[in-house]
């Protein structure tokens, strides 16, 4: 090999550009908790999957013109999208589809089919294709949905495999924390390695914490990562169970699923 090559590969290897010499690792490219400096914050959560068969975006945040800034501060290119997963209906997690899909009308996009019929139909017009989801469904390779889960609230998660073990990736854990978890563990049939997204447990109080906690620890997840709907009593009782396996999950904070 050239010299002049190998330096050149090297020099893209350090770079933080999009699907290069990049392993598997999740981004969080929109929370309204703070993270990263020069990344904006905002109501929602949004998370960018790399170093699988697909890249994936799992939610959009409320906002899309701060999701597009925050997905160039983090060089992320919309072009480079290949899977849309939307968690469920509500706007902090969907409100970023229009202007992400003006962006990248190749996308494929994964939705609960219980999404409004007005919603999927503009969704289905500027994307290359809308699935809606009822059960578990496989994005690519060691990425799949959890399918729906809950009834006020019908929700899927993202659930990835890796050499660690599954992460478990949330937008507001409306079904609940616990059964999304248990669901992953049961049906995919491998050990939980990381837990992370909203947890929705800003109401949560000592005693259901408690139980939170004890289940989670039962299940043998080994780092959690709340976040955005997760409220703050709830993240400092996690944080104070998991210790060195709590996992700060700031807008911008890029997370290695390597061993």
């Keep these: 090999m050239k010299k002049s090559t190998l330096v050149g590969l090297l020099v893209l290897c350090l770079l933080p550009s999009q699907g290069f010499c990049q392993g598997k690792t999740l981004t969080v490219v929109y929370n309204n908790v703070a993270g990263e400096s020069g990344f904006a914050t905002g109501w929602g959560f949004s998370c960018m999957v790399e170093g699988y068969e697909k890249t994936i975006?799992?939610?959009t945040g409320k906002d899309g013109?701060?999701?597009l800034k925050n997905l160039r501060r983090a060089r992320f290119d919309p072009a480079g999208i290949d899977a849309l997963v939307l968690s469920h209906v509500h706007e902090d997690h969907t409100g970023g589809v229009k202007d992400l899909l003006a962006r990248n009308g190749s996308i494929e996009v994964y939705c609960p089919e219980s999404f409004?019929?007005?919603m999927k139909e503009e969704i289905k017009k500027r994307s290359k294709a809308l699935l809606e989801v009822r059960e578990p469904v496989q994005v690519c390779e060691g990425a799949w949905t959890t399918g729906i889960l809950?009834?006020?609230v019908e929700e899927q998660?993202?659930?990835l495999d890796s050499a660690r073990g599954l992460v478990v990736i949330t937008g507001c854990a409306h079904p609940g924390i616990v059964r999304i978890t248990r669901f992953a563990r049961e049906h995919f049939q491998r050990n939980v390695y990381l837990v992370t997204g909203g947890f929705h447990l800003g109401k949560a109080d000592e005693k259901r914490m408690q139980w939170i906690v004890r289940n989670l620890k039962e299940l043998g997840v080994e780092k959690i990562g709340p976040s955005h709907c997760?409220?703050?009593f709830a993240m400092n009782k996690l944080e104070a169970a998991w210790?060195?396996?709590f996992v700060r999950l700031g807008c911008?904070?890029?997370i290695s699923l390597e061993p």
Aim: proline content about 4%.
């Design 57 to 59: 975006l799992f939610d």
């Design 243 to 245: 210790g060195k396996g």
């Design 252 to 254: 911008g904070r890029k």
């Design 150 to 152: 809950g009834t006020d």
């Design 116 to 118: 409004p019929l007005r």
């Design 65 to 67: 013109q701060i999701l």
């Design 157 to 159: 998660a993202l659930v």
């Design 230 to 232: 997760t409220g703050d």
